[in-house]
């Protein structure tokens, strides 16, 4: 049974600063989407999550909120819902095959290295200066997300690829797949290396 505290919350849209008469705006597909206050723009960069802390859910991004003073967080979130600026996702769920197939994964930063000091890890950056450092699953998910016109034909692929390697026994399904970029796609988000954008159309 799903829960409040197993459904994931994840932002949508890449920030593009001031948006006409709106202080800040996000892009989300091919339209722009004004932000009008400061409790709203905060709401939605918390949704991002923080690095190292998932799941990342509605009662911990109310629990941030409410340590950034943020007013009204409860309310604030549900209309940027309302607006398509956050989304809820429970894992496991035919719900989350729709999410997925809507949206893509679009990455953000440069890979710079490996991180000689911590094994399994990557380093994204900018200019060659480490901003970011994932793991060797978020750090694959970052790198290929961009050929898939969505999450789910990304899970697809996967799963595909993964029936087709002879040393695994159990392959995983497409929606055990999912349920991994999930997580890789909050690990990401959190550590500014993506954004969610619109399912790209169907060529």
Same mark, same amino acid.
């Given at each position: 049974?799903?829960?409040?505290?197993?459904?994931?919350?994840?932002?949508?849209?890449?920030?593009?600063?001031?948006?006409?008469?709106?202080?800040?705006?996000?892009?989300?597909?091919?339209?722009?989407?004004?932000?009008?206050?400061?409790?709203?723009?905060?709401?939605?960069?918390?949704?991002?999550?923080?690095?190292?802390?998932?799941?990342?859910?509605?009662?911990?991004?109310?629990?941030?909120?409410?340590?950034?003073?943020?007013?009204?967080?409860?309310?604030?979130?549900?209309?940027?819902?309302?607006?398509?600026?956050?989304?809820?996702?429970?894992?496991?769920?035919?719900? +989350?095959? #729709?999410? @997925? $197939?809507?949206?893509?994964?679009? *990455?953000?930063?440069?890979?710079? &290295?490996?991180?000689? %000091? /911590?094994?399994?890890?990557?380093?994204?950056?900018?200019?060659?200066?480490?901003?970011?450092?994932?793991?060797?699953?978020?750090?694959?998910?970052?790198?290929?997300?961009?050929?898939?016109?969505?999450?789910?034909?990304? +899970?697809? #692929?996967? @799963? $595909?690829?993964?029936?087709?390697? *002879?040393?695994?026994?159990?392959? &995983?399904?497409?929606? %055990? /797949?999912?349920?991994?970029?999930?997580?890789?796609?909050?690990?990401?988000?959190?550590?500014?290396?993506?954004?969610?954008?619109?399912?790209?159309?169907?060529?």
């Amino acid at each position: 049974m799903t829960t409040n505290d197993d459904t994931l919350v994840l932002p949508v849209g890449h920030f593009i600063g001031r948006l006409g008469r709106a202080p800040y705006g996000v892009r989300v597909g091919r339209r722009g989407v004004g932000i009008d206050s400061d409790t709203e723009f905060q709401v939605w960069r918390l949704a991002y999550g923080a690095p190292g802390r998932r799941p990342w859910t509605r009662s911990a991004l109310l629990a941030a909120a409410s340590a950034a003073k943020q007013p009204d967080a409860e309310a604030t979130l549900d209309k940027l819902r309302s607006t398509g600026l956050i989304t809820e996702v429970a894992p496991g769920t035919p719900a +989350a095959i #729709e999410f @997925a $197939a809507a949206y893509r994964l679009v *990455p953000l930063l440069s890979g710079v &290295a490996e991180a000689a %000091d /911590v094994p399994d890890r990557h380093h994204l950056g900018v200019n060659g200066r480490p901003y970011a450092t994932v793991d060797s699953w978020a750090y694959a998910v970052w790198c290929w997300a961009p050929l898939s016109d969505n999450l789910w034909r990304l +899970a697809q #692929e996967s @799963a $595909a690829l993964d029936a087709e390697d *002879p040393t695994e026994e159990s392959p &995983a399904t497409e929606e %055990d /797949v999912l349920d991994d970029l999930l997580d890789a796609a909050q690990a990401l988000l959190a550590s500014g290396a993506a954004y969610l954008d619109e399912s790209r159309p169907t060529r």
